[in-house]
C-alpha cells in the first residue's frame, strides 16, 4: 500500500495565503486577473480551464477566457492577444498550448509580457528557471510537481529522480527545478535505450509524456515516489494519467492518481504566479 499525493491537500494549504495576497491587491484597487486564451475545445484545455476557473475563484482572482473558433484566423489572433499584453487590467496570460497549425506559438513567445508570462513560456522565464533566478515564472506544471513532492515530505537532495518526458512546458524545466533541489536528474524520451532499466533506478519517477497508462509496475523501483503528470482523455471524456495506477500503486511508497493529483497543484500555482504578477504590475 502506497500514500496518495492528493493535489487537493496542497491546494488548501495554499488557499488561505493566496486569498489573503490576493485582498491585500484589492486593497489597493486591484483584482488580480488571469486571461486564459483557448483556441478550439481540446479535452485537456478543458479540463485545465475548469480546473483553473475553481482554484482562481477560490483564491480571489478573477479570470477572463478569450475563446477562439479553432479555425480564428492569425491576424485576429494575434492582435486580441496584443490587446491583452497592453490591458493594465490584465496581470497574468495563459495560453492554452499546443495551438492549431495556422497559429504561430513563436509569435506569443516572442511578444508576451514577461511580466505577465505566468506559465513561463517566454525565453527571459526560462533563462531565469535555468540559471536558478526565482523572480521568473517557471511553468506551472513543473512548479506544481516539485510542490507535491515537498506538500508530502519526500527529499529531493541526493535522491535519483528520473523524469520521463522532454516537453517545454514540463519535462525540462521540471528537470532544472529537481536539479535545484539537488537530485540527480535523468531525462528519458522516447529515444531512450534500455527505457525500462534506467526507470528502475528512479527513487522518485515523474511522468510527463501523454501517453496513456504506459508506466507499468515492472518498470519501477519496489517503494519509488511516483508523480503523474500525464493529462490523457478517453473516450468517455474521463481523465487518465501516464501510469497504470492500479499495477503500480501497490509497488509504490507515494504516488500521485489522475485526476486529483499533480493537475490539482498546478491550477493553484497558476493562480500564486498571476497574484504575483499583479504584484509586480500595479
Ligand atoms: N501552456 C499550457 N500549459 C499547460 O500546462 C497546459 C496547456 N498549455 N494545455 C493543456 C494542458 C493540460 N493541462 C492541465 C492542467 C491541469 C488540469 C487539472 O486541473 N486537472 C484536475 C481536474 C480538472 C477537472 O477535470 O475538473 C486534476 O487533475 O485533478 C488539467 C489539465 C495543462 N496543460
Same mark, same amino acid.
Given at each position: ?73 492569425? #491576424? ?8 491583452? @499584453? ?5 496581470? #497574468? ?19 508576451? @509580457? ?30 506544481? !510537481? ?77 517503494? !519509488? ?9 478517453? !473516450?468517455? #471524456?474521463?481523465?487518465? #494519467? ?34 504575483? !504578477? ?5
Amino acid at each position: 500500500m502506497s500514500t496518495l499525493m492528493k493535489g487537493m491537500e496542497v491546494a488548501k494549504a495554499m488557499k488561505e495565503g493566496l486569498y489573503t495576497q490576493a485582498g491585500e491587491l484589492k486593497a489597493k484597487g486591484v483584482t488580480p486577473t488571469l486571461a486564459i486564451v483557448r483556441v478550439g475545445e481540446s479535452p485537456d484545455d478543458m479540463a485545465y480551464e475548469r480546473g483553473a476557473i475553481k482554484r482562481c475563484e477560490g483564491a480571489g482572482v478573477a479570470i477572463r477566457v478569450c475563446a477562439f473558433p479553432k479555425d480564428v484566423e492569425k #491576424g485576429e489572433f494575434e492582435s486580441a492577444f496584443l490587446e491583452l @499584453n497592453e490591458d493594465p487590467e490584465v496581470h #497574468g496570460i495563459l495560453v492554452f498550448q499546443p495551438l492549431p497549425k495556422q497559429l504561430d506559438e513563436d509569435f506569443v513567445k516572442a511578444n508576451i @509580457n514577461p511580466l505577465k508570462d505566468v506559465d513561463g513560456m517566454c525565453t527571459t522565464n526560462m533563462g531565469k528557471v535555468f540559471s536558478g533566478d526565482h523572480t521568473g515564472y517557471a511553468p506551472c506544471t513543473a512548479e506544481g !510537481a516539485v510542490l507535491l513532492l515537498k506538500h508530502y515530505g519526500i527529499q529531493i537532495a541526493g535522491k535519483n529522480v528520473v523524469v520521463l518526458g522532454r516537453s517545454t512546458v514540463v519535462g525540462k524545466p521540471l528537470s532544472i527545478l529537481l536539479l535545484g533541489e539537488n537530485a540527480t536528474v535523468t531525462i528519458c524520451h522516447s529515444k531512450t535505450k534500455d527505457l525500462d532499466q534506467v526507470l528502475r533506478r528512479a527513487d522518485i519517477l515523474v511522468v510527463a509524456v501523454g501517453v496513456a497508462k504506459l508506466v507499468k509496475a515492472s518498470m519501477i523501483k519496489e517503494g !519509488a515516489v511516483v508523480v503523474d503528470v500525464g493529462i490523457n482523455v478517453n !473516450a468517455e #471524456g474521463k481523465l487518465i #494519467g501516464d501510469v497504470d495506477f492500479d499495477e503500480v500503486e501497490p509497488k509504490a511508497s507515494f504516488i500521485s492518481p489522475v485526476p486529483g493529483g499533480a493537475g490539482s497543484v498546478t491550477t493553484s500555482v497558476l493562480a500564486s504566479h498571476t497574484i504575483q !504578477a499583479a504584484f509586480s504590475l500595479s
